[in-house]
């Protein structure tokens, strides 16, 4: 077992038995831990804002949207064109779903990593997302 940073600044767990791994975000495991299973359409907000400070009195489930207006009323939420976790609408993550075209139009029409629109088609990312 292994704690690493993310590159976003969140801190995951790495588990390993024998070839197998698995990675979790600690904040998940906490609130899992000790508020129960995630309800649908929730995340897990980090109160202050320091994505690996993970002590319960630091974390709540919220819905996408209450944790981005919580951002901006703090002036802590900033909208980039890099990929990241909170630059996408629900619709527009519903279109990138089902959309024909391919990752790289994609990525193009959205101006982010292609990647990024694969971890999305393939419920890598947005998870709560239908």
């Not at 791994?21 to 897990?44: D, K, N, S, T």
């Not at 990241?84 to 790289?104: L, M, N, S, V, W």
């Amino acid at each position: 077992m292994s704690v690493v940073p993310t590159e976003d600044g969140y801190r995951k767990v790495i588990f390993r038995v024998n070839k197998e791994q698995r990675c979790f975000l600690i904040h998940r495991l906490v609130m899992l831990a000790f508020r129960g299973p995630c309800p649908e359409g929730m995340v897990v907000n980090h109160l202050n804002f320091i994505r690996h400070d993970n002590n319960l009195s630091n974390l709540d489930y919220r819905t996408l949207e209450d944790n981005i207006r919580y951002s901006r009323r703090a002036g802590r939420y900033i909208k980039t064109k890099s990929y990241c976790g909170d630059r996408f609408t629900p619709k527009q993550i519903r279109y990138i779903r089902t959309a024909a075209e391919t990752d790289h139009e994609l990525a193009v029409k959205f101006k982010t990593k292609r990647s990024f629109i694969n971890k999305i088609r393939n419920l890598k990312s947005y998870k709560w997302i239908d």
